[in-house]
DNA sequence: GGACTTAGTCCAATATATTGGATTTGTCCA
DNA sequence: TGGACAAATCCAATATATTGGACTAAGTCC
């Protein structure tokens, strides 16, 4: 949505602007919930006008569904005139959160990855231009592997980041990525432009496999956690020896695309740009 | 507000019942924040029915604006046809949290308390029939006070419960406190009638005082903590050697009082019987 | 200090959201 | 199986919420 629209010729535009559009009314229910959805996608306070165009809403209309929401709690103003949510909202949460545990649902669905692969399971986001694992679990057998939650990997060398970096530009991620992480586990350098073309070969896939980077021995496999636009969030991922991965591929990217797909159904609407709420959720210790 | 109604005769009654009520439709936004606020305070998940009668609004109207928070992910059925707060408002509450820290605002408005005062404050809950210090903070002078965050008091020794336990029944008051706790610190025994009397004696003050209770050496002077319908949630409290509280009453409620009332401000919008929320919010860790 | 932009208020016209009640669907038990 | 009750859906009538635009207030910039 939003893409380029052909201009007809001008003077069919003249006619086609006499068309009467009949813009429909919006409705005062979903307007309340898109003020609120906006202000927690900005994070920030937002003045009214600002407000308006972010949700493109009548100035009239805003002022009063506003005013209504700051009346009873849901807004409050800072300042002079920006307005953020406010403490009913969060009293609101908080009853939510005994109910809907996001880390343990994330957790539960790291360890049914694992155990359906008898491999490393890995749920993976992206941290300071670096892959952070938030959470692993490993099989039942026992696993001499070293990833373990809250270390970082250098992105050129995971399967996850193909789908991490597909929101970010070219010149972004060139600007970003530390020169080093280039550099593959067996020496190799990866030249930035393979990386680029390399994620953009995944952005129509669900699955990424990538064999030997991490380790010599090892096959890494990712599938994106996608928020309801599609933006990728974070990802589901399996390492695996390399021995056991030959042959056994679609067994593997079956599994790790099925639970990619459950947890993005609990993510789906955390804003685009606001990964950081993520983080937040993970952190809820809810009793 | 909802205080008892005197019954007008009934041969009028039925006349009032006549005129024509002509209630006026409700407002989908007001609504909608309704059923929020409902489930939020009932805590559990509610069928369609109750919200309608819990809000009093139509059953078409409520159908049709919950399966619109539903699509929107701030209403969620569990088993077959109950609600609850949905994913969306879990976000909405973390990211309403990073603004808004309750506990160190409690904490603040504990230690300024403090500081005006000169003595030790608290801010004080009921939990499990006993008073429970929820925060706590001294004076710049040291203080060989016993009080500690955490600890629990027997309640008829603390001018506190005179207001926590406002809102409830005399027969629950007298099944639920422990025959112990009404002992009082120099041995005397208080009957559980003489502190149901003192109970409702501070129904309409906003400060109450003790001499001598916890400590035959400390006056303790409390104020109530109110939400919006005037339900006591919690109390902030002085603690205060008689020494120093002789001739002093006002200058300790003022402290008091302004203190309590502030808070309440922050705390108002917690439904009443959900004082669990209090825990909750003071639980909250933001970043 | 005057012109210009931005923010906020107010109001009447009308598109439509709300509503009661009728209807259909589902559930429980005899 | 059928009868009774509750839950859910549907629908037309109308009360009213939404809206554009006019208007005022408040900054901002030369």
């Not at 953009?200 to 496999?221: N, T, Y």
């Amino acid at each position: 949505m939003g893409g380029a629209v052909h201009e007809g010729a001008s003077e069919r535009g003249e006619t086609m602007a006499e068309s009467k559009a009949e813009a429909s009314r919006g409705r005062g229910t979903d307007r309340v919930l898109d003020i609120l959805d906006f202000l927690a996608a900005r994070g920030t306070p937002c003045t009214v006008p600002e407000i308006c165009v972010g949700i493109s809403s009548p100035r009239s209309t805003t002022y009063l569904l506003i005013e209504r929401l700051e009346a009873r709690g849901y807004l409050e103003k800072v300042d002079n005139s920006a307005y953020q949510l406010g403490r009913s909202v969060a009293v609101l949460g908080k009853v939510a959160m005994k109910h809907l545990d996001f880390a343990r649902f994330i957790r539960a669905a790291v360890q049914q990855l694992a155990a359906d692969a008898d491999q490393l399971a890995e749920f993976v986001a992206l941290d300071s231009w670096k892959q952070l694992v938030l959470m692993a679990a490993v099989a039942r057998r026992p696993s001499y592997l070293l990833s373990a939650e809250g270390s970082r990997h250098p992105l050129p060398r995971t399967a996850s980041s193909r789908f991490l970096l597909r929101d970010f530009g070219r010149q972004e991620i060139l600007d970003n990525i530390d020169e080093r992480d280039y550099v593959l586990r067996d020496g190799s350098v990866m030249t930035p432009d393979a990386f680029i073309a390399s994620i953009e070969s995944a952005r129509d896939s669900d699955v990424f496999a990538l064999h030997g980077q991490v380790d010599p021995h090892l096959a890494c496999i990712a599938s994106p956690v996608l928020n309801a636009e599609g933006r990728c969030l974070a990802t589901m991922s399996l390492v695996v020896p390399l021995v056991d991965f030959e042959g056994r591929f679609d067994f593997y990217a079956d599994h790790t695309r099925r639970m990619a797909k459950a947890v993005s159904e609990q993510l789906s609407l955390i804003p685009a740009g606001r990964e950081d709420i993520l983080g937040l959720l993970l952190k809820a210790r809810t009793d």
